[in-house]
C-alpha cells in the first residue's frame, strides 16, 4: 500500500510547492507595484484597503515614513 501512495504523494507535494511559489511570486509582485506606483495604492486603497494597510506597516517597519502620508495628500488634493 505504501507503494501505490509514493507517486500520489509526490504529485502533492509539487502542488504544494508551486502553490507556494506562487504566492511569493505573487505577494513581490504585489509590493513591487505597489511600492512604485501611487496610482495603482489609491485602486488598492478602493478594492482592497487590508493589503494596502499590510503595505503601510511593513515599509514603516522598514524605516520609511511619510508615504502613507503622502498619499493621503494627494487623494485629497485629487478630490477638491
Known amino acids: 500500500m505504501a507503494r501505490t501512495m509514493e507517486p500520489l504523494a509526490k504529485k502533492i ?3 504544494v510547492l508551486i502553490a ?3 504566492g511569493v ?3 513581490y509582485f ?3 507595484k505597489m511600492n512604485t506606483s501611487q496610482d495603482f495604492r489609491q ?3 478602493k478594492t482592497c484597503p487590508f493589503i494596502l494597510e499590510v503595505y503601510y506597516k511593513s515599509i514603516e517597519q522598514s524605516g520609511m515614513y511619510g508615504i502613507r502620508e503622502q498619499d493621503q495628500e494627494k ?3 485629487s478630490k477638491k
Do not use: R, V
Open 20 to 22: 507556494e511559489l506562487m
Open 75 to 77: 487623494w485629497l488634493d
Open 25 to 27: 511570486f505573487g505577494a
Open 43 to 45: 485602486t488598492m486603497n
Open 30 to 32: 504585489l509590493f513591487s
Open 13 to 15: 507535494f509539487k502542488g
